[in-house]
């Protein structure tokens, strides 16, 4: 069983930036794929980003590339989410998610772990 928690979500003003936190325990962190999902009242949850075990091989979704970046520390147990730039239109809680496959995927029903969520706030 693996445990996440993320932190550290707010309320910001757009062209702002954000940098989420996911601490993962139960379960060694370097054998888990990690990504971030999010979601908003009455739509799916939605892919952001993900990255490998490794670290070595990330993806983003198109809306959020060249102004979020995803990476981890395995030393930490955790993975991160650089938000810049932040728009109204990325208002939404924001999931941490993991999973054993040894590379990244964008797939909902792939991943088995789930945090309970953090919300972000764009203000315009």
């Known amino acids: 069983q693996v445990q996440l928690v993320e932190s550290g979500g707010g309320l910001v003003q757009a062209g702002d930036s954000l940098r989420l936190s996911c601490a993962a325990s139960g379960r060694t962190f370097s054998s888990l794929a990690m990504g971030w999902f999010r979601q908003t009242p009455g739509k799916e949850r939605e892919f952001v980003a993900a990255?490998?075990?490794?670290?070595?091989?990330?993806g983003y979704v198109d809306s959020v590339k060249g102004r979020f970046t995803i990476s981890r520390d395995n030393a930490k147990n955790s993975v991160y989410l650089q938000m810049n730039s932040l728009k109204p239109e990325d208002t939404a809680v924001y999931y941490c998610a993991a999973t054993p496959r040894r590379y990244y995927t964008d797939s909902y029903g792939d991943y088995d772990y789930w945090g309970q969520g953090t919300q972000v706030t764009v203000s315009s």
């Open positions: 990255i490998s075990r490794s670290g070595g091989t990330t």
